[in-house]
T-cell receptor, first 111, second 112 residues
Framework: GEDVEQSLFLSVREGDSSVINCTYT??????LYWYKQEPGAGLQLLTY?????DMKQDQRLTVLLNKKDKHLSLRIADTQTGDSAIYFC???????????FGTGTRLKVLA | KAGVTQTPRYLIKTRGQQVTLSCSPI?????VSWYQQTPGQGLQFLFE???????NKGNFPGRFSGRQFSNSRSEMNVSTLELGDSALYLC???????????FGPGTRLTVT
């Protein structure tokens, strides 16, 4: 079955790196995504990775994919207070726009 | 380009009523998907439309329905509202030949 799991909370100090982890079960997943949700807002697409890639870097964001363990991580370098939000990972299977979302990780950045 | 817009942003309805939510995708996007977000169940896929046709459907009862118009705007309807339908309803659009979905701000529905 399809299931995406994330830890619920993460707290880091401003300026440190944050690492948010996600595990998924659907081996047919083609794309894996990271979204950010701030209070009262919709979801903002941060980055995504194609399943045939191991790593993708985009400014302060680094995505690592371990297909063997079905593990995805998002590293935020030099975390700022504005990064405080809920981060969702999501997967989609080939040929479909149906996303399966994780439970979300609430990131709290301490000044 | 303007983002995905959803109307209304907030809605209060009574049990048993029906409701229609509207979504306007980013210009040029033809795929529109709907999701329900609740504290208990998280984000769950409702359905996806492309060129006025429903292509994918999630595991929701038949009270939840949708449609898409020729200009790609989409509506979703919930009939015979239940307290458990209280949620944030999110719409997302996607450009052709891409799997990146862009979300609107959502419509917060409260059923009393």
């Amino acid at each position: 079955g399809e299931d995406v799991e994330q830890s619920l909370f993460l707290s880091v100090r401003e300026g440190d790196s944050s690492v948010i982890n996600c595990t998924y079960t659907d081996s047919s997943s083609t794309y894996l995504y990271w979204y950010k949700q701030e209070p009262g807002a919709g979801l903002q697409l941060l980055t995504y990775i194609f399943s045939n890639m191991d790593m993708k870097q985009d400014q302060r964001l680094t995505v690592l994919l371990n297909k063997k363990d079905k593990h995805l991580s998002l590293r935020i370098a030099d975390t700022q207070t504005g990064d405080s939000a809920i981060y969702f990972c999501a997967e989609s299977a080939s040929g479909t726009y149906k996303y399966i979302f994780g439970t979300g990780t609430r990131l709290k950045v301490l000044a | 380009k303007a983002g995905v817009t959803q109307t209304p942003r907030y809605l209060i309805k009574t049990r048993g009523q029906q409701v229609t939510l509207s979504c306007s995708p980013i210009s040029g996007h033809r795929s529109v998907s709907w999701y329900q977000q609740t504290p208990g169940q998280g984000l769950q896929f409702l359905f996806e439309y492309f060129s006025e046709t429903q292509r994918n459907k999630g595991n929701f009862p038949g009270r939840f329905s949708g449609r898409q118009f020729s200009n790609s705007r989409s509506e979703m309807n919930v009939s015979t509202l239940e307290l458990g339908d209280s949620a944030l309803y999110l719409c997302a659009s996607c450009p052709e030949n891409s799997y990146e979905q862009y979300f609107g701000p959502g419509t917060r529905l409260t059923v009393t």
